[in-house]
């Protein structure tokens, strides 16, 4: 069981996830926020989507960069600020659906880089149907302190 | 030298390219496209940031991951059409800037697996200025032939 | 759950790992082999590390390959051949400890690409002590058929 | 062009090189050393294959993680040693030859972390011939400074 630093991390991530300009183009939400795990929700739109008319892999990895980004953030003290080093997407199958839930789990966390892995998963179109599993991230988050006036 | 099979590949690129919504989304523009290799510019929008005003990763990779599945599709014979498999990012510096710009090179051709390169440089905000590495890409895409009607 | 096609895939998977030498020069040994999920297992020699004495972390991701990789093949038909295409490491912790353990799994089989995540622990030096993590890998597996002569 | 700010970095590297006991069991050598890369080679031999008779993608992947981890040392000062963080390869082409070549290059180096791509090639078998490109890495180096007692 991972243990949170910052007692309000919570706050933290919440008004953080709300200047990411980009999740309100998304039209993204920021759901479950527990210490080392965080979960994104993106209803699907058209205007996200590629050639083929599935979300493009670059919605699916923006969403789920964030999600992993912040469940790093769960884990710090106040004042660090994250920034993602480097990520990998497996895609899992094409990513059809009327909504996407992105989740991202701290595996290690260290006093500079923390180690994520996150999934992105489809609930079907109309009613009911298992959910589908549509991706999965290995990600690297460095914490950053003290630089440029960065903070989180 | 990589070689083209399909004479017309590069209205077929721009052609598909088009039907991405997420780009027009993006505001990117598609611009060289040669056998093997694909240049996509972005300029800047606030609406494209997170929460220190960076460009976000998830749409840095966006524009790489599109330049690098056309850089693929460059190569392909009509009726193919390209889907990404996976795709590692590195963030080598914050994004910012004025427009960035993406270039996606094919490595390695082959019937199924196309394996791509890529990277994105920031030009810098104001006039002049040498432009900077913001990240690269290392990418598989698959071809995907007489399947549930996709083509590019 | 996952199910084999083949049901005799553990004998075949166990066949595949005896020819793989550079197993045996590493001194690593098969274990558990089931549908989707196969277990490797070796033992710390001196000959294996890097110049700080822990595990070279291409040893690491050589068993952590092979667990993969085998673990796409439990689940092909008879006269399918496995081939890595691509896989990410991240690793943990420097991989010391007496004995490491390496664990693939199928994440997604498709007819001609296999995701499968990977995790290696260590067993701490002297008795008991907990399983420390070292490593987790993403990987990409393909199946080949009837292709210059292979088989697993 | 990237500058060395240990003027003495071939000797550290070479020193390094030399403890990494699994390089010798593997009879990879050390070849060029230069600021931001360094290049290993290593000769065929049946003990590295996989179960097809190519050499095993973790045999690959070991001597370019050396390559890249060796040219970040090239750039760092005295006293500081290198872990790698993460890496991920593309196998391009089954590796067989009769000899291989894995060149490590710096992408970008900051005080922390290093980021390097990395090459393998093959010599083919006979003589003559051209170099085949087979796997391709994308990696991250971390800096390591007073933990432990580490050096290279």
Redesign the interface.
Known sequence: MLSARDPGFEARVRA??A???????LGARLERVVAGEVCIRLPFQ???????GFL????V???V??ACGYAALTLMEPGA?V????????????ARGREFVAVGRV??AGR??T?C?GEVRALPEGEGGDEV?VA?M?A?I?AVRERGG?S?
Request: charged share 10%.
């Open positions: 953080s996830f200047r990411q300009q980009f999740m309100t183009l058209p205007a996200l989507t590629q050639q083929h493009h892999a670059g919605v990895t923006s969403v960069d964030s600020a920034l993602s080093v480097e990520f990998k997407v497996n895609l899992l199958a094409p595996v290690r500079t880089l180690v892995t599993p999965i290995q690297t460095m960065l989180d």
